[in-house]
T-cell receptor, first 113, second 111 residues
Framework: DTEVTQTPKHLVMGMTNKKSLKCEQH?????MYWYKQKAKKPPELMFV???????INESVPSRFSPECPNSSLLNLHLHALQPEDSALYLC????????????FGQGTRLTVV | AQRVTQPEKLLSVFKGAPVELKCNYS??????LFWYVQYSRQRLQLLLRHISRESIKGFTADLNKGETSFHLKKPFAQEEDSAMYYC?????????????FGDGTTLTVKP
């Protein structure tokens, strides 16, 4: 299994809603990532988890809250989002450390209304 | 600060023609460079990375530290190469997925 699976594929939420994005991999990777990608723009790193601990938060607003409950799962909890947060949210995983490669999920297309 | 520059947003070539997608980077340490590709309606996937020195789908890329470049080349483009290509940079002491991406180049290979 060399896939990173993200659910849901699409999500529409209101600005007062609370929702969660989920990401799962069974490749034994101990580094997992959340990226945000706006239309026609490159992915931008949001968070990095290494061995289930948050190692990097790229100054992401607190309305985005990541969680890594175990080595296979990564969640992104969303609360009180703004319309400008609408984007494709990508999850990725890799072996920890260098000399490796990242595997990306298909993404969750989020629309905030 | 690290930065990746892909000067061409769009690149169009005819089938069978050579193609070169440019990538320049700025990084103070030892970088690890990658090319990712995203075909229509598919996920972002790694095409190649400089450290493995492989040729994937006929593409090659050489890291030129003097010119701080990592251009992607293919001698004979195919229609199925049409996609978005991202150059990405990761520090060699960090996790591979912690990458800074260039803005991407959309390659169209015409029949």
């Amino acid at each position: 299994d060399t896939e990173v699976t993200q659910t849901p594929k699409h999500l529409v939420m209101g600005m007062t809603n609370k929702k969660s994005l989920k990401c799962e991999q069974h490749m034994g990777h101990r580094a997992m990532y959340w990226y945000k990608q706006k239309a026609k723009k490159p992915p931008e790193l949001m968070f990095v988890y290494s061995y289930e601990k948050l190692s990097i938060n790229e100054s992401v607003p607190s309305r985005f809250s990541p969680e890594c409950p175990n080595s296979s799962l990564l969640n992104l909890h969303l609360h009180a989002l703004q319309p400008e947060d609408s984007a494709l949210y990508l999850c990725a995983s890799s072996r920890a450390g260098r000399d490796t490669e990242a595997f990306f999920g298909q993404g969750t297309r989020l629309t905030v209304v | 600060a690290q930065r990746v520059t892909q000067p061409e947003k769009l690149l169009s070539v005819f089938k069978g023609a050579p193609v070169e997608l440019k990538c320049n980077y700025s990084y103070s340490g030892s970088p690890e460079l990658f090319w990712y590709v995203q075909y229509s309606r598919q996920r972002l996937q790694l095409l190649l990375r400089h450290i493995s020195r492989e040729s994937i789908k006929g593409f090659t890329a050489d890291l030129n530290k003097g010119e701080t470049s990592f251009h992607l080349k293919k001698p004979f483009a195919q229609e199925e190469d049409s996609a978005m290509y991202y150059c990405a940079l990761s520090g060699r002491c960090t996790n591979a997925g912690k990458s800074t991406f260039g803005d991407g180049t959309t390659l169209t290979v015409k029949p």
